[in-house]
């Protein structure tokens, strides 16, 4: 039986922001993830952070960390839900921390 194909839904920086984030600064994008390979796993995201941070990261100016560049994906932290796991330690279900 073929493995499930899984894709994810990714926002993404159009380029550098100047002055106040405006909605088409950034993309929306949906890409098929690859097959998991030994020691992966595979979340679903309950919860995403939005974080104060994040903002010196869209600008091209200088910040305590590297600006993304346009393309990248503006990253945070999230909780999720194991949906496949090919890891020993992660099985399929939530986990809490």
Do not use: N
């Not at 030994?38 to 995201?45: F, H, M, P, S, T």
């Not at 903002?55 to 590297?66: E, F, I, N, T, V």
């Amino acid at each position: 039986m073929p493995e499930k194909e899984h894709s994810l839904r990714r926002v993404a920086l159009k380029k550098p922001i100047v002055g106040q984030p405006r909605p088409d600064d950034f993309e929306v994008l949906d890409e098929t993830i690859p097959s998991l390979v030994d020691g992966q796993v595979l979340l679903k995201a309950k919860y995403i952070s939005v974080d104060p941070g994040t903002r010196s990261r869209l600008s091209a100016g200088a910040s305590y960390a590297r600006p993304l560049l346009s393309g990248e994906t503006v990253d945070g932290f999230c909780v999720g839900e194991v949906i496949e796991s090919r890891h020993p330690k992660f099985d399929v279900g939530p986990h809490w921390a």
